[in-house]
């Protein structure tokens, strides 16, 4: 189906300014983009919830329910932002001040990040690689819940992401992995224009 509006008309919509939520699901599904610049406060439990629900809808080979998500809020940011200081300081124990001060105010860009977490298990039909796309699946399905209720979100990886002693400090069985942090709040500064491209550039007849 093609998309009910352009992306010229996506960038009319004013996110988070007066329109009416949850929108239209097909509309968030084309308009959904990332918003790297949030404030507090934590989302009402109402949103969380709506956001819960959308993760564990996610396409789920056998029903697996590879995933589990970790709620940083509050003053336990400030405890992954020690995690990163950690970390990095494992890394490179001559490491700037500058670069830790950076590293350890990261997990304050949002009043709330979701650690979303591949959780692995053993299946004859079921390899790795299909839970960890699943758990990216339902890391995305929030994404969206988020953007349909005028709550912005943004799915960060980088570094720490995948450090060791990261995955150590949040608990991480050797069976897990990170799939992203998801940093929601309320949405701050302009809304970012969508790329004006054409999804049938990447379909094709076969
Ligand atoms: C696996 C994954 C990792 C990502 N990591 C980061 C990141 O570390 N930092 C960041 O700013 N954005 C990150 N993003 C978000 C992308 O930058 C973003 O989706 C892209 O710029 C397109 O923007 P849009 O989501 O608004 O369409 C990540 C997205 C995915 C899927």
């Known amino acids: 189906m093609l998309p009910l509006y352009s992306s010229t008309d996506a960038n009319l919509f004013s996110i988070g300014q ?33 956001i819960y629900k959308a993760a564990i809808r996610a396409a789920d080979h056998a029903l697996l329910k590879p995933w589990r998500f970790l709620v940083v809020q509050g003053e336990s940011r400030n405890r992954l932002g020690d995690l990163f200081v950690e970390a990095a300081r494992a890394d490179d124990a001559y490491i700037d001040e500058a670069k830790i001060a950076k590293l350890r105010s990261k997990p304050l860009r949002a009043p709330l990040l979701l650690v979303s977490i591949s959780s692995q298990q053993e299946h004859l039909k079921v390899p790795p690689i299909e839970q960890d796309l699943s758990a990216a699946a339902a890391t995305q399905n929030m994404l969206t819940a988020a953007y349909a209720q005028g709550i912005g979100a943004i799915w960060r990886t980088g570094s720490m992401a995948y450090h060791p002693s990261v995955e150590k400090g949040l608990g991480l069985r050797n069976d897990e992995k990170i799939i992203g942090f998801i940093y929601i709040g309320n949405i701050r500064g302009s809304e970012k224009k969508l790329l004006d491209t054409n999804p049938n550039d990447y379909f094709q007849d076969w």
């Open 18 to 50: 007066g329109n009416n939520y949850p929108m239209d699901a097909l509309e968030a599904l084309h308009y959904r983009r990332s918003y790297p610049r949030l404030d507090g406060p934590v989302p009402s439990d109402k949103i969380l919830q709506n």
